[in-house]
Every structure is written in structure tokens, then in C-alpha cells.
């Protein structure tokens, strides 16, 4: 039985059949849809290549061609098949959203970005499948080459549009809000938003921005935008103009001129304070991937004589640390050979100690050494790799120095890369000796960022406040609220309050940010960067539920930590919320492994008080115990598992993945060999070092050895 000539034509034209591709050709659309379906592609080709040899400027099968072909790798033929098609039919929505798939693997995502606009354009709240399809491709290339904000604006609208349903555009909107790429103040803008009710508007002006509403409540950004972009010229004082404008302009991956446009509706009087500060911090943000934010990274290079000897000598040197490169994870161009050795090179030789080393006593790395011998077209030569910070020509003299008399003539120098200046500033660049304590290693650290973020970084310049630095915006009237938003930004990026920056903002005579009390306060009306500042302990059990939920659907770190405490310390919340729940999202998310044992624990108790399970939990808690070295505990855990609790579901199957991936038994069962004091699988070969800045070791991140015990009291999993 032949399609339709009455129904909607394939080709995605919104014509009927018949007026379209044709009612002479549908029985041959049914084949190739048929064997399509059935994932016969070959089979379809035929049809297809059938099809077009008698007609061959028929979009539908050409249409069909390209998908076929992609389907089949066959990048290239789609390319061909996606021209002619949009050479017959310049403006088709599948044509076009074929094309912005194809721009996507080519890595043109701005291209990608027109098509798929041109072809939401044209039938505005109808989408082809293929369309759709092509925004989820465009989101998840747009956040592989960093345009984040851009990524999130068209993953949000497929999620949307797909009214949640769509587990693939949740999961990568998802993956997205946790990758920490995203500024908190990017949500506040995220929206647009309604012309207020008093509004200096004309009646055409009102009746225009409710027109680039609809438009980009359809997916229609670029048409919207073209709106907004019209009206800030005819009315450019009504400032929800520009704030849409420039939210629009970032889903547009515009991000110079959305900079631009939030700076301008920072600006308006009328735009409260604590708002202006986000957009200001906001367009800081969008403007940092300019030059004037970041800093070279420079290589010199030293050519020299007699490298044996000389190589010879850094071997010995205190003053250098040997590193391991892998040739594998160089960018070596083809035939080159890989450096004969590599060094941190240090401003001056590591202490005999590091028990009890004060914070001046630390070296502090100056940059990256490779040494390259002698090859058949180029002299011996030192590559030193470092950002060219103020210090730069210091830090060539260190060089030198230790080059001593194997230098020949001066060093060349050239750009290989860019790094943000602020994170360059602040960077604790330290080598510790061997033997310093852990905590003492982590106080030592805080201080120096502490000294760092109050003595070095206000007189240091910054580009997004006109050249100024911190200090002389603080004492300027008109870049108050730039400083506070370069600030903010840096304040926003810690996954919990820290009072440094406070002290900060203090220093220079600018208001510090203090807890909101949320009496008479509108929960769901604040920001999230305002919400991570209310009192959670004077919050209502509703209001308090709704901002943990805020926080967890947006993955911001700050705010579930925050309010997720607050949830588990509150009885009336017992029977209301899934504390099990709340207990495990705080114990991925605490970057403190006493507190996220803690939590562990806890956690434990309130699944056997109700009754329930705690298996999953306790396996949360092995790789912790590792790090710490409590074996003892460990073996308890081990013991328990074994004994109650290795025939519930995934529980078994569990335990054998992550002590495979831990090194504690192999892959085929049994023990990998006996450690020290016994421990089958001890692993003594993972280096002593700090967890994981979410506070919970995984597998694939260092963790220190645990303590000996006694062999006969360990099971694993296949030593049955």
C-alpha cells in the first residue's frame, strides 16, 4: 500500500504529499521507508539510488539518501547528498538540520548554529525530527569546544521541548550543569523574562517584545534576537530589553557582543544591585577567553654545549625535580625525537624537611625544563616553559643560571598557549619535601592562596575592570560594582563559603556579602548566587526542600552542601524527604573525608533503622578507609558485606568492580599477591595524597596505603 498523497510529505516541507514530492512517487517512499525501519540501509540505498535515477531532484529521497549514509560512516556521500538536497530545496528543515550535524563533526559549530535556526525559522513551533535531532548534536558539540553557555541554551530547549522525556538530552544537560564549567551566575540570566508591568514601552514596542517571546519560545533565537537587537534602538531604556537580548545572544554563541550587552544593562539605575553585580560578574565571564584576560605561556629556548655533561650535572642538582613524559602525551610533530629528560625547576633547593617548614621556607615552581640533546639538524638545547608573568625575565635568569657556561648565545622565545591570568596569579605552585604532614601541607596552602587573594591579586591588573586593578576600582564611584563582580566570580567558583573573600572586599573598602535572612523573602524569586547566601536554619521545611532541589537539578556544589545539611539535621523532614538520598549526594559532593565518612555512617544508621538495606553505603566507604589507612575498618566492611549482605541486588557485582579497579584482586578473582603485613592486594603502590576535591576517593585517583593486618582475616571476592 502506497503513503497518503494526502498526508504531510516526508521531506519535512509541511506540504501535503501530493503537492510535494509527488502521490507518483509514494509508493517507492513506503519501500525505502520499510527498510528503513527494518535497518536494512543497504537495502534502502537501493531504493533510494532507484528512485533518484528517475527523479532525481526529489528532496524526500535525497533526504533519505543522506541519513542512510551517515548511518553507514559514509561521511562523505552524506556531505554530497545534504548539497543537493539544499541546492533543490534551499530552505528544508531536515536539508539544514542534516548540514548542521555534518558542520558539527567538522567542528563549525557557528555554521551549525545558522542552519539549525534557519530551519527552526522556517515552520515556527513545528519541528521535524531531524531539526530536533540536530539541536541535541549542535548542545553536545557547542560544550565539547567550550561554548558552554551556547551548549546549555540548546540542551535546555531540547529538554523542552521534549517535556523531559528525552533521557539523552537530560542526561548531556545534566552532565553539562556538573561539569563545573558553568558560573552560577550564568542561571540568573539563563531565562528570559517579561516586560515588567509598569514599562515605558509603546504599545508597538510592547506588542514587538511579546513577538520575539513567541519567537524564542519556538526555538527561534536568531529571529528574537533581531527583535530585541531593533527594539534596544527604537526604546533602549527599558532594561529587560537588553537583559533578553543578551541571554539570547549567549544561547547564539555571541559572546563578545552578549558581554557587551549585559555590561550595558548593568548599567541602568533601575537594575538592583545585587542583579547588576551577576551581569557585570556574567559578562566578565563571557569576556574572558579574550586576550586581554589571559597571560602568554612562553617557551625559551637555550641552545648549548657539551649536553652530556651538563645533563649530567641537573641529574644532581637539588634545585631541579625529574619528571617522567611520556612521548605518547607530547604533541611531538612526526619524526621528532622526545626530550632526553625533563625537571621542574625550582627557585631554590628542597628542604632536608618539610616537618614543621614555614610558608617562606617552600620552593616554589618556576616552570617546566626539557632537555634535548644533539640531533642531526639542531644543536643541544633547554626548552623552559612557563606563563610570562612579571617575574618572566627573573625566572629566564634562574635559567641561565643554572646553565651556567653551556649557554650559547641569548634564548628565542615563543608563544605556545594562553592561560587566565587570575588562576596564574594565584596558582600555589609549591614543592613540598617528602616527609610533610598532610594537614600541615593543606594549612600552608590556604595561606599562601589567603596571602595571595589579599596581598598580590588587588594590585595586579585586571582587564575587566579597564585596565585598573582591584584596588583603584574599589576607590573609583564607577568600576565599584566591575571590582565586586571580579570578586564574585572567584567567590561563586568554591564549592562552599569561605570568609577570605570577605576579607577580601573588606580590604578594599567595598561591602562584603552577608547571610540573607529569608524572612519575607520570596524563595523561589532569588538567584542562586543570592539563594547559596540565605540562612538555611531560618528557612521553612518547604522552602528549605525547594532550594536543595534547586541546587541538585543544576548541580550547583554550594548550595546542595548547604541546604543538603540543614535537610538531614531536621527531624520534621524525616517522613518528608529521602534522607538516604540526601546523605548520598552530600558524601559525593563534601571535599572533606572526615565529614563524608560521617555522612556514611549516617547514612547506614538511617537505612537499618527503617528497616533497609545499608550495603551501599558501606561500599562508598571502602576506598576511604583505604586512603586513610584504616585497615581495621575496612575489614570490618569487608566481613560485614561478606556475611549479610553479598545476595542482595548489585551488591556482589559491586564490591569485585571496585576492588578490581582498587588493584585488590584481579580481574579473573583472587588476590593480586600478598602485601605488606599480608594484605592480599595491599595497595602499598597508591601514593600517599589528598582525596579528591569531591571528598570521596574513586578509582583512578591516588589514595595513601592502609595500615598492616593480619592475612587470615580478609576475604575477597573469589578467594572462596
Known sequence: MSLDPYQPCPCGSEKKLKFCCGADVSHELEKIQLAMEGEQRLAALDHINKLLSTHPKIPSALMYKALVELSLSEVEQARQSTAKLL??????????????????????????????????????GKIHHLVYQAIGTLGRALFATGEVLAARGHLTYQVRVSQGKDETAFSAMMDLDSSGQVPLVAHTFADLVPPPAESSLSAAGLAEFQAALKDANYGCFQAAAKKFEALAASE?????????????????AEDDIAAAIFQKYAAFAAVPRDEAIEAEALAQFLAMNGEEYQVPEVTATFTIDDAPALREAWISNKQLQAITLRPEDMDLAEGEPPPQSAFFILDREIPSTGVDIARDAIPRVLGELLFYGRQTDRAARVEFTAPQLEDWNDRIQKVKTLIGSHLQGDPTEEAVGLANRNAAILAVNWRFPDDTPQEHRKTLILEQRRHLLLNVLPDSVQAGLDGATLRQAAANPQLQNKALAT??????????????????????????????????????????????????????????????????????????????????????????????????????????????????????????????????????????????????????????????????????????????QLGLIRPQGGAPGAGPGGMPGAPTAMPAAAPSSGGLWTPGQPAAAPAEASKGKLWLPGMD
Open 87 to 124: 541546492e533543490v530545496a534551499p530552505t528544508n528543515p531536515p536539508g539544514l538540520a542534516l548540514a548542521a550535524i555534518l558542520d558539527c563533526q567538522d567542528g563549525n559549530v557557528l555554521a551549525a548554529i545558522s542552519r539549525v535556526q534557519q530551519a527552526l525559522e522556517q515552520h515556527p
Open 236 to 252: 533602549p531604556n527599558e532594561p529587560t530589553i537588553w537583559r533578553n537580548l543578551g541571554t539570547l545572544l549567549v544561547t547564539l
Open 487 to 660: 570578586i564574585l566570580l572567584m567567590d561563586l567558583a568554591q564549592p562552599q563559603e569561605e570568609p577570605v573573600f570577605n576579607e577580601v572586599r573588606r580590604s578594599l573598602g567595598l561591602p562584603t556579602i552577608d547571610e540573607l535572612d529569608p524572612a519575607g523573602r520570596k524563595i523561589q524569586a532569588l538567584s542562586l548566587a543570592q539563594l547559596t547566601r540565605v540562612e538555611a536554619t531560618k528557612l521553612n521545611d518547604e522552602d528549605l526542600m525547594q532550594a536543595f532541589t534547586r541546587g541538585t537539578l543544576v548541580s550547583c556544589r554550594r548550595l546542595v552542601l548547604k541546604m543538603g545539611r540543614e535537610v538531614v539535621a531536621r527531624p520534621s523532614l524525616d517522613k518528608v524527604a529521602n534522607k538516604e538520598d540526601v546523605f548520598e549526594i552530600l558524601s559525593r559532593q563534601s571535599n572533606d573525608p572526615t565529614e563524608t565518612l560521617e555522612l556514611l555512617t549516617k547514612a547506614q544508621d538511617w537505612a537499618k533503622d527503617r528497616g533497609r538495606s545499608p550495603a551501599r553505603f558501606m561500599l562508598q566507604e571502602i576506598p576511604l578507609r583505604l586512603m586513610r589507612g584504616e585497615q581495621a575498618e575496612f575489614t570490618r566492611i569487608m566481613e560485614t558485606l561478606r556475611a549479610k549482605h553479598m545476595n542482595e541486588p548489585g551488591i556482589a557485582q559491586g564490591l569485585y568492580m571496585m576492588l578490581a
